[in-house]
């Protein structure tokens, strides 16, 4: 197994993306630390990986207030004794036009959690790894909307680019240390993020996106998370790594006006 004895943290680990990539972890021998807002749906999976046998425990974390993610960290190591992987996944997205913003509640708050939160996550856990002298990995979740503008999500794309810049950033400065710091851009993943488009008539032109014309798995996205996560992926860092059926390379424009 690829992650034998690693400990590794998810934030967002409530989510669709999240709980897969616990599943897959776990699966590769991890033991996996659930961080998310969503304490009663984390509580919930984290006792669905304890039954199939996993090693998890579930830290409630809010990623916009950094003394939680630092909290988190120190839970970590408290639990399981150290932290090698640090899965900065944890976002929001508020489809909306841009025209309709209210910056209160359309800009603050993603950029809180989507840019704010994968900071703190780098911060505290590169410390951390240092402080205990671990050559780990941090992976940050970004998006296709990093690389390409998208309709409706302008403070999204905004935030999504961020965590590249800062990844790569990030990977420079660590590397001296034995640590690297990898994104990964999904295209479009099938897990309640996605269903807001339903409210735009964009449906369908959101299926053409893929070149597969279908949403992507959670679970595509975890093999890949783990692929990073791993050994295996050791030459790959500062990258952002394209996990989006192509739709990256071939976007078409969307049709609404
Ligand atoms: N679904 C997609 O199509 C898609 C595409 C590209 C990138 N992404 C990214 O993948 C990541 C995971 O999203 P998902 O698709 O699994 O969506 P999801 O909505 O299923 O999961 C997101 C999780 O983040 C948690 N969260 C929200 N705010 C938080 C906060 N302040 N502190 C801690 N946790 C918080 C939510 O409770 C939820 O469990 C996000 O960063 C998202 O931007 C998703």
Same mark, same amino acid.
């Given at each position: 197994?690829?992650?034998?004895?690693?400990?590794?943290?998810?934030?967002?680990?409530?989510?669709?993306?999240?709980?897969?990539? !616990?599943? $897959?972890?776990?699966?590769? =021998?991890? $033991?996996?630390?659930?961080?998310?807002?969503?304490?009663?749906?984390?509580?919930?999976?984290?006792?669905?990986? $304890?039954?199939?046998?996993?090693?998890?425990?579930?830290?409630?974390?809010?990623?916009?207030?950094?003394?939680?993610?630092?909290?988190?960290?120190?839970?970590?190591?408290?639990?399981?004794?150290?932290?090698?992987? &640090?899965?900065?996944?944890?976002?929001?997205?508020?489809?909306?036009?841009?025209?309709?913003?209210?910056?209160?509640?359309?800009?603050?708050?993603?950029?809180?959690?989507?840019?704010?939160?994968?900071?703190?996550?780098?911060? !505290?856990?590169?410390?951390?790894?240092?402080?205990?002298?671990?050559?780990?990995?941090?992976?940050?979740?970004?998006?296709?909307?990093?690389?390409?503008?998208?309709?409706?999500?302008? /403070?999204?794309?905004?935030? $999504? !680019?961020?965590?590249? &810049? &800062?990844?790569?950033?990030?990977?420079?400065?660590? =590397?001296?240390?034995?640590?690297?710091? *990898?994104?990964?851009?999904?295209?479009?993943?099938?897990?309640?993020?996605?269903?807001?488009?339903?409210?735009?008539?964009?449906?369908?032109?959101?299926?053409?996106?893929?070149?597969?014309?279908?949403?992507?798995?959670?679970?595509?996205?975890?093999?890949?998370?783990?692929?990073?996560?791993?050994?295996?992926?050791?030459?790959?860092?500062?990258?952002?790594?394209? *996990?989006?059926?192509?739709?990256?390379?071939?976007?078409?424009?969307?049709? /609404?006006?």
């Amino acid at each position: 197994m690829r992650l034998n004895n690693k400990v590794a943290v998810i934030t967002g680990g409530s989510g669709g993306i999240g709980f897969e990539t !616990a599943k $897959k972890f776990i699966a590769e =021998g991890a $033991k996996v630390v659930v961080a998310d807002i969503n304490e009663k749906v984390g509580q919930e999976q984290v006792e669905v990986l $304890k039954q199939n046998g996993g090693e998890a425990y579930f830290v409630q974390t809010n990623v916009t207030k950094y003394e939680e993610v630092v909290d988190l960290v120190e839970k970590t190591v408290e639990k399981f004794g150290r932290i090698d992987v &640090m899965f900065n996944n944890a976002g929001i997205s508020m489809p909306k036009p841009f025209l309709e913003h209210d910056p209160s509640s359309d800009y603050d708050p993603v950029i809180s959690v989507n840019q704010n939160g994968v900071y703190y996550g780098i911060l !505290a856990s590169a410390k951390k790894m240092i402080e205990l002298n671990i050559e780990g990995i941090i992976i940050n979740t970004a998006s296709v909307f990093g690389i390409l503008p998208g309709e409706f999500t302008f /403070t999204y794309n905004a935030t $999504k !680019a961020a965590v590249n &810049m &800062m990844t790569a950033s990030a990977a420079m400065e660590l =590397g001296v240390h034995g640590i690297r710091v *990898v994104s990964i851009a999904p295209g479009r993943v099938d897990t309640p993020m996605i269903q807001g488009y339903k409210d735009y008539g964009v449906w369908d032109q959101v299926m053409q996106e893929q070149m597969r014309r279908k949403l992507t798995n959670p679970e595509e996205i975890a093999n890949t998370v783990a692929f990073l996560a791993s050994e295996e992926s050791n030459s790959i860092n500062g990258s952002c790594i394209r *996990v989006d059926d192509g739709y990256s390379n071939f976007k078409a424009p969307l049709l /609404t006006k």
